[in-house]
């Protein structure tokens, strides 16, 4: 902000060593306002500067503020020693002079350089209503500024008799220029009807023919309105402004006005319009608007901040751009500043003159504010100072509040502050304050004391927490202006956004409301409130009021709107099993439940639902239409499916004719509860629909969604009532999926629950073969299902042994054990069926193996073990059998069973039968060489064994040895075998093979052995 010095004054004081300057300044800052600043230090350096007006006031206070501070410093020993003293040039401006300048402008004799027309305006500035006549003189002057000023000076003088001539500049200048513009000001304040229908109709004709068209309807004009900016050329800049004079001249569409200046952006086609409103509404006193666009010009950020700017490949001078006819540019930070500072004026002029229209105007301003909306936050930022003394830099922190730069706003709202501190256009703190903590800071406090109305109704409107709080700091030192609370404010602060209001309001509601009923929407809005005591005071009053409460509709409908869900739990007590209080509602009245961008949680919305479906509240809703359930039953929100769905359970109307439709919809949802609904749906469709499609809704047993799965169960029970054949097929369907593997989780129990709930008494009628499925099963609900069937109907005595061995598999310890205790009984049986029961062996279970071992054991005479079942053991995969096996062979191994089991043996692979062999080689094969060359295959495998079975090759070689020796036919095949295994050997093999060979020579020299022999 550019400051012209109008007074200075230089003290110094010296002693000692100390050597220090202090400098006061009073200067101009515009508007007729001024401010106090000072600077200190010692003399030399660098000075701390500081200032006395934390916001500009008036000459008159500034010349006192200015006189007590240079007297302050004196009476401390300061002195003008060589003080240099800018010359005085006092405010005197006063009527006389201004008078006579008008006189000689008039006459054609002034001299001087001030403008006429600033002499014409400064009339304005100082209220000389003397002027008025010599200032009329000019509104026909040629001069466009001095015949802005007279008109613009004249409205502001409240001088209403000159109406027509001011008119006549309107019908010749139109709109076109400020000349105009501000003579429809003038006309709109003073003029009568016919003026303002002229000034109308010359609107009408200037809108575009699309706005103008929709003008009587104001819903179809701001749609239009909005259609009309997002047009990319052809853009009148002043439409805008257009629209408001209409809106004055009606006195309608000014709210819709007003939303919408309150969100349009301050750009190229807008600006301009924002500007003349600006202006008009000044004159006109509107300060609901005038308030509003201060807001927005003061928080807005400017589009350009540069002299120059890029267009079109070159830069260009924004003076030249800003002459265009559609320029590119508007609202720059020079603009923001002027119009700041000229509503910094108009707040102070009016806080010193004229107190109703400063608090419409601050009223106005602080309601306009939008946390949501307004860019501007808090920030901090560091200021370094040079201490020349210290010779280092001092850190300052510094703490600028939400709407630091809005100068008008921040003397409203911290006028009267010690904390708050200014640098040059910003005001900060120097430390950390919540909002909420600050103390009443504002000007004119005993202003605000004694007009509560205009607290609360800052209050109530509050989009801000600057707001809410300058009101609640009100409020608090002043808790009587409670008392002054009407009942649409009472409602508008109970449903405040912010939370902090219902809580320094509810005590002084509690206490309103100790001995008499709260209004409807009192209570109402005390259950929309989110806030905990408050829900609480309202289901208190709803409780103890109940029968009056409830006695009309619009009660419990708003009761649903509220949103809370403590509240629906309450309707759930209330009308859990027949409807206390019984009327119909209305659901268009609901209608805010099923908006597609709903205020409402899902949460509580499916309350709401389930309050409607599963309590008798739903019979308040039981004239709904068949066009309004199909409406919310084809919406894309899943919540009002749902809705549709709940107030179908209580309509007149068939379910059927209410979804045939949309059954498949639901059914085939990607939500869950849509297809659990969906299938509710369907089990009250009739029967000609189920047995149509019977085929379809079996498929539903078998679906992938299980409460697709359970929810199909009731519609099942008919279909199978309904159709044998749709029973049958579906029956033998459930047994197959019940024993093949799960193919989703939940779908064997599924089985079950339909067979043993619809197909109980067909469940015998399973044939025994799938009784032995089911329980050799490995799936619970399988085996659940066969056990008892199979006990029942399967008697062990009648299976053959094949078949009672298959039940070793099963995984039903109980199935096994009858097993076990069967083959206890029938010992003569199992003795007489030997190889079958050997199959047992097979389970997969190793209690069955365990028992098997130990049964066969102690149960079968030796008689009947023959080589083949002894060998059977042997053979078997698992190797508890085969050591069962050759523990059998030790026990049972005769003359007879000797040889054809060492020939049977020697092929068996595994070394652990390799090395039992070995101990018959000596009982059986010694000295009988067609048994040894019968074994030639069993050595040849034991043999080819690397680094395994020592022992076991150890015992061949040694067997080989001594038999080779006593027959040549047995050392050709020994001297074969050491040659088809000499190459694979380790060292302790090829020792053993060389000792044979050598054994085999020394005998049979004629026989040829692999090996090179030196004589000595």
Known sequence: MELKIQQQKKLYFTEGKSDKVYEVDLCESGGDLFVVNFRYGRRGATLREGTKTVFPVDYEDALSIFNKLVESKEKKGYSESGSVSIPVKQNTAREDTILKYLEQAIAGTYSRDWKVSKIILRCAELNIKLASPLIARFISSNDEFEQYASIYTLCVLEDDIHVDSIYDVFKNENFSNKSGRVAVAYCLKYGNDNVKKEIQNKILNTLPSELGNHVKHPRLFYAALKDYFLKEENIDASVLYYVYLYSDIENSGREELYQFLESIPLKVNTFKSVRYIYRVANLLDDYQFLGLLSKRIGVSTPGYTSNYIYIGQQWTSVDIEKKKENPSVAFSSKTRKYFNKNTYSLVYKLSKTNIPCYLDYVVAMLVSLNDKTDRNASNVQYNYIYDSVERRYITERRIFPRYHEFTALMYVLYGNSTLLNRDNTKWFYSEDIKLEDLERAEILPEVWNSNPEKVLYVLSHAKSEEAVFFALRIIKEKKNILDSLLLDDLQRLVSHYHPKVLEVILESIKDKYKNVQPEDAIMLALLSSKNERAIELGLGWLNFYERDYF????????????????????????????????????????????????????????????????????SLLSDVSLEEI???????????????????????????????????????????????????????????????????????????????RTAIQPTIERLVNLDTDFKTSLFNSLLIVLIEAEKYDG???????????????????????????????????????????????????????????????????????????????????????????????????????????????????????????????????????????????????????????????????????????????????????????????????????????????????????QESVKSKVVAEMTVRLINSILGTKTIKDRSNNIDVLLSIYDVFPEIEVPLLIKSN
């Open 747 to 961: 779908l064997h129990a599924n089985c079950y629950s339909l067979l043993t709930e619809n197909y109980k008494h067909y469940l015998n009628d399973i044939s025994h073969e799938f009784m032995f499925k089911l329980v050799l099963s490995h799936y619970e609900y399988a085996q659940k299902l066969g056990l008892p069937l199979f006990k029942q109907h399967i008697d062990l005595n009648t299976l053959p042994v094949e078949k009672l061995v298959s039940l070793g598999n099963s995984d039903i310890f109980e199935i096994r054990k009858m097993l076990q205790d069967y083959f206890q009984l029938h010992i003569p049986k199992i003795n007489y069926e030997l190889e079958k029961a050997l199959l047992i062996f097979n389970s997969s279970w190793q209690d069955i193996i365990d028992w098997a071992c130990d049964y066969f054991e102690r149960s079968i005479e030796e008689k009947n073990w023959t080589v083949n079942m002894l060998l059977y053991a042997c053979d078997h995969t698992k190797n508890e059998v085969q050591a069962f096996g050759r523990k059998m062979i030790t026990a049972h191994f005769r003359e007879e069973k000797g040889l054809p089991l060492l020939i049977k043996l020697q092929e068996h692979p595994t070394k652990d039968m390799q090395f039992f062999v070995t101990n018959y080689l000596e009982t059986y094969a010694k000295d009988s060489p067609d048994v040894i060359l019968k074994l030639e295959t069993y050595f040849k495998t034991s043999l080819f064994n690397i680094n395994t079975h020592r022992s076991t090759k150890t015992r061949i070689y040694a067997f080989l040895e």
């Open 630 to 708: 199909n409406k919310l039953a084809s919406s894309n929100s899943v919540t009002n499916k749902l809705f549709a769905a709940n107030l179908a359970k209580h309509n007149k109307i068939e379910t059927f004719l209410l979804f045939k439709d949309s059954i498949d919809k639901y059914i085939n949802s990607d939500d869950a509860r849509l297809r659990q609904v969906g299938i509710e749906l369907l089990s009250q469709f009739p029967d000609h629909f189920l047995l149509e499609n019977s085929k379809k809704i079996s498929g539903f047993c078998f679906s992938e969604y299980e409460e697709v």
């Open 551 to 618: 006695s009309r509709d619009k009660v419990v409908i708003g009761l649903l709107l509220t949103g809370e869900v403590k509240v629906i739990d309450y309707l759930k007590t209330l009308y859990g099993s027949i409807p206390k209080y019984n009327f119909i509602l209305n659901l268009n009245a609901l209608s805010g439940l099923f908006q597609s961008h709903s205020i409402y949680t899902e949460a509580y919305l499916l309350e709401v639902n389930n309050l409607i479906g599963n309590t008798t509240f739903g």
